[in-house]
């Protein structure tokens, strides 16, 4: 069974998914009629979804910046407030591409904690067109996520399963233009209190941060300044409050803070530069 998208999904289907909670019923259901091939898929979906599987999950994909992000089963969920990463990126690229970067090699990007990789494709998809090429490296240390990540990023970058930096080629030292990371930021105690999609269906590596929520976010800054290029950029995602410490950390690490946000998204970025002189 298939339909159109912007056909009204049956009201009984719609009933059922608002029923087990689903807040954009409507939507879900005609993404979930128009992802089943077969009646018997449509109900196997819809039981899934039902039962607390992330929609994601269900259907394999998940939309991100305009791209359609392969999403495997036990693999984090890119959020639509990663997009706000994506873009500050971008704009930082645009702007600072000519001081950092060399005429004879494209700029380099490193996706660390990259899940399925959408922040390295979708970074890939929007300066690729602008500068002509982009040197993608992915890294995570959870092998289902790296697999998941190579599906998205084949023709790309590389992918790399490791610890952080650690996973990385040596010979990218001192030569990144941008860092970016959505790395976890929960803190440990608040894992429970997140929606069981996330708490059952998500990994927990991809979301407890440790105590305070920034354990591995310190080791992403600390290791930025031997990894990125003269006047290269790390960029962060992380909430609000947490925001200011880790501006702090930026600093005590030598790197030029600015922190980003948007109301709208209800996303904060923070963004460490390293000078272009020591």
């Known amino acids: 069974m298939s339909a159109p998208p912007t056909s009204s999904p049956p009201l009984d289907l719609v009933a059922v998914l608002r029923g087990a909670g689903c807040v954009f019923a409507e939507d879900e259901a005609r993404l979930l009629l128009s992802s089943a091939a077969t009646p018997a898929e449509l109900a196997a979906m819809v039981e899934r979804r039902v039962s607390g599987v992330p929609l994601e999950h269900v259907v394999g994909w998940a939309a991100f910046c305009g791209l359609r992000i392969a999403v495997d089963p036990g693999v984090f ?40 990789g959408a922040v390295g494709a979708a970074l890939v998809a929007a300066l690729a067109p602008e500068l002509g090429a982009v040197e993608l490296h992915a890294t995570d240390i959870d092998p289902a996520a790296v697999r998941c990540a190579r599906r998205n990023v084949a023709a790309t970058g590389q992918v790399y399963e ?36 996330a708490r059952v ?78």
């Open 162 to 197: 490791g610890d952080l930096y650690a996973a990385l080629p040596s010979s990218l030292r001192g030569r990144v233009d941008l860092v970016v990371a959505n790395a976890p930021y929960v803190p440990t105690e608040a894992v429970a209190l997140l929606p069981a999609e």
């Open 77 to 116: 969920v890119p959020r639509p407030r990663t997009e706000f990463l994506v873009e500050q990126a971008v704009a930082l690229a645009a702007a600072a591409w000519a001081p950092v970067g060399s005429p004879d090699r494209p700029p380099i990007v490193v996706d660390l904690c990259c899940g399925t």
């Open 201 to 278: 269906h998500e990994p927990l590596v991809s979301l407890d941060g440790g105590s305070d929520g920034l354990d591995v976010l310190r080791r992403v800054v600390s290791g930025a300044p031997a990894w990125l290029a003269p006047g290269g950029h790390l960029l962060v995602e992380t909430s609000e409050h947490q925001s200011p410490g880790l501006a702090a950390t930026l600093v005590s690490s030598g790197l030029i803070p600015r922190i980003a946000s948007s109301g709208e998204l209800f996303a904060t970025v923070v963004i460490g530069t390293r000078p272009l002189r020591a």
